[in-house]
């Protein structure tokens, strides 16, 4: 027989048994490194596009909302439509862009807002002559809206408070917030585990 074929059938063999050897270590350290690359490629656009984890912290939301809270914001929903009253916004702070707030959507663009004598008032097209605001789907019974002051918001402004209206720092103290200034809205609570479920947007009657 050829000594060349040989050799060949040598080095065949020799190459076949130290596969045998390391197959188990790399095909482990190849499994990991596909599910890591896979993780990457799902995990993260989720994260950053659709949908993202958020603690609560103060009581600037209480009583439907608690120190320590755990929500999920839903991130896509204002790429098809606009933001609507009453949702839960989360939004980058005036004060600091490297943090987030989370309060209640109160004014619309292009809309008057007048705080007075513990009321919300509201004006714009469909009412002229304004309504007040009834906000017992969410409000405390008897909650007043401390501050007295006038605000006509722009074509890309919102005015955002915080339901524990005593305790809240809101628009009412950094002014209007810009839709691209949203994050995103509280779409579903993960804790406490008791309240697990999707996040309701109240309906106004006007």
């Given at each position: ?188 609570r993960g804790w406490p ?14």
């Amino acid at each position: 027989m050829n000594d060349n074929f040989l050799n060949e059938q040598e080095k065949q063999e020799t190459g076949r048994g130290f596969e045998k050897k390391i197959s188990p270590f790399f095909s482990l350290i190849f499994d990991l490194a596909k599910l890591l690359v896979l993780a990457f490629i799902i995990v993260l656009p989720i994260h950053y596009f659709i949908f993202q984890p958020f603690y609560i912290v103060g009581p600037s939301m209480e009583p439907n909302f608690y120190d320590s809270d755990y929500l999920i914001i839903e991130k896509v929903a204002y790429h098809f439509r606009n933001p609507e009253r009453g949702e839960i916004i989360i939004f980058k702070s005036p004060n600091n862009p490297k943090s987030h707030l989370i309060k209640r959507l109160i004014g619309l663009p292009g809309e008057k807002i007048i705080v007075a004598k513990g009321n919300i008032k509201i004006y714009n097209k469909d009412f002229p002559q304004g309504f007040e605001l009834s906000e017992n789907l969410y409000l405390t019974p008897g909650t007043n809206t401390p501050g007295d002051l006038e605000v006509e918001l722009k074509d890309n402004e919102y005015y955002l408070l915080g339901d524990n209206r005593n305790m809240s720092l809101d628009s009412r103290i950094f002014g209007p917030i810009r839709k691209e200034d949203f994050t995103g809205r509280g779409w579903f609570r993960g804790w406490p585990f008791k309240e697990l479920g999707f996040i309701k947007t109240p309906t106004f009657v006007y």
